[in-house]
């Protein structure tokens, strides 16, 4: 939607827009439908894309939404306003229900018509018509509204360019699908949406009582209209007209009605947006509006490939455009209520009095007669039942129910509880997705040779190991998607191998998973594999699965030992593993040539082995240890070459984990190349000199390092050093880190524990705020400062001519000072841009004041090459 901002034109014009809008909600405008107050600003925003003062050119603007929404009233007040600024004025209403019934020619005659007053105008074909409208029209200024529009021939006939029309001419195009307008090239557009709750109520209240005072005894009536319309002004224009001077009591009887049997004028006009689509569009939009509404997208798109056999993207592509289903910020798929009610209303009308004759099932009660008694038939293709949280009655049947449903296609139970398992299962299905399946078997006739998505977690299966499945594998050999989470009773996942087409693998959360057959490491076309949770699985098959994108391992808290990886994996790119026992990676790890990114969060000791150096793209380590101790290991390839070249790796994360000396010594020989190195929460006592070969190290944290006593080395190009909480650390290591050579150029941001101001600050001061002056432009100054509170905010307020700036330093790793801890930092103020520093005072002394309210103590020193020490003062100069 487009709002834009009304400036420049006259007060009259604006009080005559507020006029017209309270005519037309009155019924005295053009007789179309009504719409509240709020329409005022809807027409000043389509009348600024009009841009109406312009004279030299020609403007289309078009109008869509879904029907009802109020797109013809909208372009009638713009119309209405507008007008008397035109030579010619048409608004052909009606377009696509005059197009069916007469043809284009018989509109281009109305248009004609209208827009030259001629009555005797004859033509034979629409390509006539083009060249009378083109010819006759070129040199006149007109307004033309061409209102619900549905087919692109519509807009070529009437309106195929902005050259067939004199200049200052506007075009209106009102229709229910956004994709028509782009196709004709008309990329001023403006989406009319939904009325909120406070303009709802007022347009009800005004066709329910003929006034704006609403008697307190009917707002919870009112309230219920509301929510049931869901802000569509042509709902509450329906239905408070028809309970116009009726009781509180007919009121809700009415309202009950509507939610059984939705009303039919709504649905009549709302039904023309799906006659118009096209058959298999239809298909897809009752599929969504009966059993999907509220899933992801990516979730619909796998499930109506699998109903449909084939993709069906495009058919949702075109009921977004046609603003019958909408996607939320979370690309969930919606729709509106009455839209949704519409479509189940066509699926209801196939067979009124008999659920079991319907092509599609998702009300419980519907769904429980016809499995209790047995009255399914050949025409159900889909099955959605999904009980309330707090309403879910055991379905006592005889598990014969599914036998004579020869074409469903999809079954999905979510929410329900079963007597017994079912006896058979059809043939046909597709797509089987069943919570906590009531059987431990799947029923021996079974032969779903079309099914490709078997989902079937919570339910009670020992080991996956059905009789189909073992000795008439061939029967799942179309399954691509295989889902037996929080299986509880799950302890063995058999062979697999009659599962060629495998592609989305997950046993999620199976708690009692001890063995996983050794072909599932050999399924070529596995694309995702989910183990998570599997609490006493000790140990995974090997892996060669070329295919394989996505491998999710975590809180397997008793898994040792990473699988082998057999052959080159080159589509994972990530691997994160999370509360695992693996002690080691294989040799074989480094087949995951692609992998870019490996985040392990370990129970116990780990040991990593100098073949991960060889990953080409690994780029990012993390790793924490929850009790236990990160090992690096020279493996014998690396002993036999002596030094060898360093990984890729740009970032490294060893935090909590226990590195000794040695093993951060191999680390920082191993990963020369880092970029930022975070090794907080270790035992090691060194950080060896070897660490200044770390040439393009910039951030280097070494919190709660308690151990730490010596720093022998400095990486040359530091920006960033944390060591918060080395208690340990010595003086000369202290003073190394406040080496002015380390800061001179600038840029860096350092904290450590110890209270010291170096000398070679010059100015120094006692408490959390400091002054100086300057001249010309603010200099570039280190702070250094002393922490006096046990923690504190690590921001400064900066007052410069009393004028008060807020700092903070944009790179800092630190949130908090702690006690007794130096921060030395460059403060170079690069928030502040000219625009804020104009005000200061030219060739005169400016004062600045810094305060930090977790100081004790304060340092400045300038950075003499970047800033004159003529032009800055740290005693007053206005004192004499």
């Known amino acids: 939607m487009c709002c834009l901002v009304w400036d420049g034109y006259e007060h009259e014009f604006i009080e005559k827009i ?108 629409v390509r006539q018509g083009i060249s009378i409208i083109q010819h006759r029209l070129q040199q006149k200024k007109v307004l033309l509204i061409l209102d619900d529009v549905d087919n692109l021939q519509q807009l070529e006939a009437m309106v195929g360019g902005l050259d067939w029309f004199g200049s200052g001419s506007r075009v209106i195009i009102t229709t229910r699908d956004k994709h028509l307008l782009a196709s004709h090239g008309v990329n001023r557009t403006y989406e009319l949406k939904n009325l909120d709750e406070k303009d709802a109520l007022q347009l009800l209240s005004w066709k329910a009582f003929k006034t704006k005072k609403i008697d307190p005894n009917y707002m919870d009536v009112l309230n219920r209209v509301v929510t049931y319309a869901s802000g569509l002004p042509l709902a509450l224009v329906v239905i408070g007209s028809n309970l116009f001077g009726k009781s509180i009591e007919e009121w809700r009887s009415a309202l009950d009605g509507y939610k059984r049997i939705p009303d039919k004028e709504i649905q009549k006009i709302l039904k023309v947006s799906f006659d118009a689509l096209k058959e298999d569009e239809q298909r897809v939009f009752l599929d969504i509006a009966c059993c999907f509404k509220g899933y992801q997208l990516a979730e619909i798109e796998d499930i109506l490939y699998a109903h449909h056999g084939s993709c069906m993207k495009y058919q949702i592509g075109v009921l977004i455009e046609k603003s019958l289903i909408n996607l939320s910020s979370n690309d969930k798929v919606t729709l509106h209520d009455l839209i949704e009610d519409m479509g189940k209303e066509i699926v209801r009308q196939e067979s009124p009095m008999e659920p079991g004759k319907r092509s599609r099932l998702w009300f419980p009660k519907d769904i429980v007669h016809v499995l209790e008694e047995n009255t399914g038939t050949s025409d159900i293709e889909i099955i959605h039942l999904n009980f309330p949280f707090f309403e879910e009655p055991v379905i006592d049947w005889d598990g014969e129910a599914f036998k004579k449903m020869k074409n469903l296609k999809t079954l999905i139970i979510k929410i329900g509880s079963f007597s017994k398992g079912p006896k058979h299962l059809p043939n046909s299905l597709r797509l089987l997705e069943w919570w906590r399946y009531p059987s431990p078997d799947l029923p021996y006739d079974f032969h779903p040779k079309k099914l490709t998505m078997c989902k079937l977690p919570y339910s009670h299966f020992t080991s996956f190991k059905w009789d189909g499945l073992v000795n008439k594998a061939s029967k799942f050999v179309n399954i691509r998607v295989l889902n037996l989470d929080s299986c509880q009773c799950l302890t063995q996942i058999n062979d697999l191998s009659g599962l060629p087409n495998l592609e989305d693998f997950s046993f999620y959360g199976c708690y009692n998973l001890v063995t996983v057959h050794d072909s599932v490491g050999f399924l070529n076309k596995l694309k995702i594999l989910r183990a998570e949770g599997c609490t006493k699985l000790k140990s995974f098959p090997p ?175 530091l920006k960033y050093f944390n060591a918060i909480n080395c208690i340990s650390l010595s003086s000369s290591s202290r003073s190394l880190l406040l080496n002015q050579e380390l800061h001179e150029t600038g840029n860096t941001d350092f904290c450590f524990p110890g209270a010291r101001i170096p000398e070679w600050f010059e100015h120094q001061s006692m408490g959390p705020s400091i002054s100086f002056w300057f001249r010309d432009k603010f200099p570039s100054i280190a702070l250094c400062i002393v922490s006096s509170l046990t923690w504190g905010e690590y921001d400064m307020d900066v007052m410069i001519n009393c004028n008060e700036f807020f700092f903070t330093l944009e790179h800092s790793t630190v949130d908090i000072m702690e006690l007794d801890h130096t921060y030395l930092f460059d403060m170079q103020m690069k928030e502040f841009n000219d625009d804020m520093l104009k005000p200061l005072s030219q060739n005169v002394w400016n004062h600045a004041k810094i305060t930090c309210e977790s100081a004790a103590n304060i340092g400045i020193h300038v950075f003499k090459q970047k800033s004159s020490k003529k032009d800055i003062r740290f005693i007053n100069p206005f004192r004499n």
């Open 543 to 717: 892996l060669k699965l070329a295919s394989l994108e996505k491998l999710e391992l975590s809180y397997c808290s008793n898994l040792e030992s990473f699988p082998e990886i057999l052959g080159k994996m080159e589509n994972i790119t990530e691997l994160m593993l999370f509360q695992v026992s693996i002690k080691e990676f294989p040799f074989s790890f480094r087949n995951l040539t692609r992998l870019q990114k490996l985040t392990l969060d370990a129970i116990g000791d780990v040991q990593l082995q100098s073949s991960i150096v060889m990953m080409p793209e690994l780029a990012v380590i993390t790793i924490f240890i929850f009790n236990g101790e990160l090992l690096l290991k020279r493996d014998e390839s690396e002993e036999k070459v002596g030094l060898m070249v360093s990984s890729n790796v740009t970032h490294l994360s060893f935090q909590y984990t226990n590195l000794s000396n040695e093993s951060l010594a191999i680390g920082l020989r191993w990963f020369a190349n880092v970029k930022e190195l975070v090794i907080s929460g270790s035992d090691f006592t060194i950080l060896p000199e070897c660490i200044k070969e770390c040439y393009f190290c910039q951030k280097l944290l070494l919190n709660d390092c308690y151990c730490l006593e010596e720093i022998r080395g400095i990486p040359p190009n």
């Open 18 to 125: 507020v006029k017209e809008v309270s005519r037309m909600i009155k019924g005295v405008a053009l007789p179309v439908a009504d719409y509240p107050v709020g329409l005022d600003s809807h027409v000043l925003n389509v009348i600024s894309l009009l841009d109406v003062r312009s004279e030299d050119r020609v403007h289309m603007v078009g109008i869509h939404g879904l029907g009802g929404i109020g797109k013809t009233t909208l372009a009638a007040a713009v119309y209405n306003l507008i007008a008397d600024r035109f030579g010619g004025l048409c608004f052909l209403e009606n377009v696509r229900e005059k197009s069916n019934k007469h043809g284009v020619v018989h509109l281009q005659r109305i248009l004609l018509l209208e827009l030259l007053g001629e009555n005797e105008i004859e033509l034979a074909s």
